[in-house]
């Protein structure tokens, strides 16, 4: 009986660490079907300008980590979650209200920073419940159940603009973090105990900072989930253009959409299983390894020329996220791995390092999307073997010491 209960708990644990990381998905993948309509009404003129829209966010998420994380550790996971919520809403109703351009990415960059907080701070509080492989595979679970999200939130965004005009999007998603964040009040405990909590200081987060550099495979794997965060940013900021524009999906748009994350969700499910007894180290490296051939493969088969047709597109892409699949998750579970003892400092600095590399690096990579998705393979090929060559520089080291 006892068993029963602990499996359930942990199915909940599960969910509601799923459902508050997802909030950051649901925020920037909802809003892909209503870009064409903000556009009118921010009167936004150059299609890569609607890119901004995405990727402002991710400067808020990477900023907002550090803070947010940083204060956990000494004031706990639970408070530092109910303030980054209550400054989304505060950001959500600027987005509503934004009459141009600029102000809607001042609304973007808050909403990034309120959002953080759940973001980030879900994975001290899984840190603080597991380490090494079981941290991986319930990473991998909830990268099963925050799939859904992503698969399902442009079809939500469409279905609000069948009804409504896009600024019911974002009330739409203040209502969504609200019932999440009552579950969580009501359901999860703090993890962050007395006997861990450290008296805030700038000496405490210079500590923490100086124990998170010493340490070359949090750093290692804290810069190649940049390079791989920053390929897939690529590719969520500028769907929008391949698919609805270059392939003139206007309605069937999210349905390809949807498609794609749910390879992704099928190989996060096949991580959970496979990480146990091959171990997260192997299958993440196995997987960079076929997310770099596989975009050099269509690189080569396509450069110079238009886009293919639209199955070979989606079976490229579908590869790239089966791989992602069992790469992300096992990538930031090893980057965590080793700072248990900082894990609210530890989880923002792998955010913040990792987020702000992945904005300049989608930003850069989008500007040379015009009429072909060409450059977003070559920006997986460049990413993924820089990632490589880190993990073999890191495995030479290691051997060494």
Known sequence: MQAKVEQKSELEFIALMAFLMANAALSIDAILPGLNSMAISLKIIEANQLQLIITMILIGLGVGQLVFGTLS???????MVYA?????????????????LETMLIGRILQGIGLSAPRSISISIIRDSYSGENMARIMSFITVVFII????????GQLILHQFTWHYIFLFQIGFIILILIWFAIRQKETLTKAHKKKFSVRLFYNGAKDF??????VVYTIVSGLIGGSFFVYLSASKQVFQDQYELTTTFVYVFGALAFSMGISSLLNSFLVMKIGMKKLATYFLILFCVSSLIYSLLFYGKTNPSLLVSMLFFAIQFLSLGFIFGNIRSLAMEPIGHIAGI???????ISTLMAVPIAIFIGSF????????FIGFFICSILS???????NISQKKQ
């Not at 999200?149 to 939500?156: K, L, T």
């Not at 999307?369 to 977003?376: D, K, Q, R």
């Not at 490589?388 to 890191?394: D, P, S």
């Open 73 to 79: 550790d000494s004031f706990g996971r639970k408070p």
């Open 84 to 100: 980054g919520v209550v400054t989304f809403i505060l950001a959500s109703v600027i987005c509503v209200t934004a009459q141009s």
């Open 149 to 156: 999200v992503p698969m399902i939130s442009p079809m939500i």
């Open 213 to 218: 550099f010493s340490i070359k495979q949090t």
């Open 346 to 352: 530890g989880a923002a600095i792998n955010g913040f």
């Open 369 to 376: 999307l015009t009429n072909t998705a060409y450059p977003i």
């Open 388 to 394: 490589l060559t880190l993990i073999a520089y890191l």
